[in-house]
């Protein structure tokens, strides 16, 4: 097993790379009064703000170096103040080398990436060259460029490591129990979103404000729309993929209302192995910047002590045809995913802001996939502007 090892001015690495029992790389914190110095970019947003609480709750194994956010200016300023940040960048896409800038910083360990869509594309991918780790929450990254992505990880000293509530549970799931062959099915939760309990006839006159009101969680504008749609748990789908290694057939969705089991590993001899906590995107990103080290959670445990139930049903596809897209992307593979994500991105934006239906946002996207006739780019500024054309191809079959 081919085994790497790199000592650095204040800690070790070993990591192995992923063929057999040792699948997960083991890695010593810093030593002694050694920080973790972490980059966020999209520190003005739901996952930047847990992320910081995070850090706040543990100044002395977490330090912050670098912070980017899309606007809100003064607030990007006030984190800067509260965690002594020197370098912050406040950016748009135009300005996307500040990311690269951030993710490259010579002081940073791991770079946590919370922006929306594939901004940091580019950043994941230098930060991965740079020998950097990237804690990874944002999917949109993933579904269109992954596999940029993992070539760039398997050339670096660093890794990607999974921050989505779903995967962050798989990882935790598999870790010390994957063996060549072990895995029968990853089983990734969902809510069900804002719209679970609906009727397609209810389904037509949903507003904006009804997709925004999810029962669990409390996250970004886009994604809240995503889960409301289920277009979130297609682009997990395609996610978990990436992050694992495993074919399109060996990954379920269940619904699960309560949102307490965050996802499942089935094994081959049918035993199944669950990860739950209190529903807060704090304990994914405790989890991986302090990883393998445990501290002290920031919200309280499950409280047994009171009648709880646990539900799980089958997802309905016919109710959320995005699943059912996401899946035919990716079982489809090539620039299918990447184009399930630019339509939705485009449907949803029209949806939040310019009165498009909510069922129309399946339909786009299932347009769009139909008539795509690209080949997937192999180059990031390909890939950047392939996605491009898909959009603008997307915005022209908005009628409504
Ligand atoms: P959000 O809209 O609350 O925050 C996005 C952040 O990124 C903001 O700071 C914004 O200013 C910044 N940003 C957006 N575009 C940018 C750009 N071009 N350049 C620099 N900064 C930019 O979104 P969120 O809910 O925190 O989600 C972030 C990512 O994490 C998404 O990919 C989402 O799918 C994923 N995610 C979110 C949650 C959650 O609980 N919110 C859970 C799992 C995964
Ligand atoms: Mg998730």
Known sequence: M????????????????????????????????????????????????????????????????????????????????????????LFSRDGEPGLEYLATLPEADIVLVATTGTAALRAVLAALEAGKDVALANKETLVAGGHLVKAAEQKSAGRVFPVDSEHNAIFQCLEGNRTHGSIKRLLLTASGGAFRDKTLEELKNVTVDDALLHPNWSMGPKITVDCATMANKGLEMIEACRLFDVEPSQIDVVVHPQSIVHSMVEFCDNSIIAQMSKPSMTFAIQHILMYPERKEGIHESLDFSKMMNLEFRPPDEKLFPCLRLARQSLEAGGIYPLSFNAANEVAVDAFMHRGLPFLSIPAIIEEVLENVHYSLPDTVDELIDTESRIQADALKRLTF
């Open 2 to 89: 081919e085994n790497i090892c790199r000592i650095a001015e204040d800690k070790t690495y070993k990591k192995y790379s992923a063929t057999d029992e040792n699948i997960y790389p083991f890695r010593l914190m810093p030593k002694v009064d050694g920080r973790r110095r972490v980059v966020l970019l999209g520190a003005t947003g739901s996952v930047g703000s847990s992320t910081l609480e995070v850090i706040r709750k543990h100044g002395d194994k977490l330090q912050l170096v670098g912070i980017a956010g899309g606007s809100r200016e003064s607030e990007l300023n006030a984190v800067a103040d509260e965690f002594g940040v020197s370098e912050s960048v």
